[in-house]
């Protein structure tokens, strides 16, 4: 299956700042990557759909200007919180799609923010 | 290296019981997931296990056994709208998720 790596694993910070979340497909080129938020125990919510060279999708009820999404290679897209807050606390994981593989989904290993 | 095993398909008929295994070899253990996805849609949250022995939530249960490194889903009185993936994730030492390939269920009438 496909190698999706995420940078960084955890991360805490002062409320207000802003945090940037790497995914990167390492196998292989992927023109659409997901953006996911989990609270424990909970499903994964559905964040985003990145596109590579084009503006990424989101979800009802996500906040464009807050989550911010650059998918500029084919091979890396990042999510940018900006001015986190508390409530932005959370695992976030990203997904791949493989052409390759019959579509299917890879997951990343998940970024765990903590903002204080 | 840390591995999650399943198997990539599975096939039951509706109104019956499958169970879907999930062996796993990480470096330290936080936890065991189990999700269902049904194409196209985000993956659903089914059972946590963080201690050895049965959870039991209505129609699905999850086994876990820490010592084996092995869990399974147990799906019972099958319906047609249980087809779907079904993903195994350990939580590792350092609180990251080591995902399973997905087992794709087919149910047949």
């Known amino acids: 299956g496909a190698v999706v790596s995420q940078h960084p694993s955890w991360v805490i910070c002062k409320s207000g700042t802003s945090v940037k979340i790497e995914c990167r497909s390492l196998d292989f080129q992927a023109t659409t990557m997901f953006w996911y938020r989990q609270f424990p125990k909970q499903s994964l919510m559905l964040m985003a759909t990145?596109?590579?060279?084009?503006?990424?999708?989101?979800e009802q009820g996500v906040e464009k200007d807050k989550f911010l999404i650059n998918h500029a290679s084919l091979t890396l897209s990042t999510l940018t919180v900006t001015s986190a807050h508390p409530e932005d606390s959370s695992f976030y994981i990203c997904?791949?799609?493989?052409?390759?593989?019959?579509?299917?989904?890879?997951f990343g290993p998940g970024t765990r923010l903590t903002v204080l | 290296g840390q591995n999650i095993d399943q198997p990539t398909e599975m096939t039951a008929t509706e109104g019956a019981i499958v169970q879907i295994n999930c062996t796993y070899q990480?470096?330290?253990?936080?936890?065991l997931f189990w999700y269902q996805q049904h194409a196209g849609e985000a993956p659903t949250f089914l059972s946590y296990?963080?201690l050895d022995g049965l959870e039991e939530k209505g129609r699905f249960s999850s086994f876990l056994s820490r010592s084996k490194g092995y869990s399974y889903l147990l799906l019972k009185e099958l319906q047609m709208k249980d087809s779907a993936s079904y993903l195994c994730?350990?939580?590792?030492?350092?609180?990251?998720?080591?995902w399973g390939a997905g087992t794709k269920l087919i149910i047949k009438p």
């Open positions: 990480t470096s330290g253990f936080n936890g």
């Open positions: 994730a350990v939580m590792d030492s350092n609180y990251q998720l080591i």
């Open positions: 990145s596109n590579e060279g084009s503006k990424a999708t989101y």
């Open positions: 296990n963080v």
């Open positions: 997904s791949v799609i493989s052409g390759r593989e019959n579509n299917e989904q890879f």
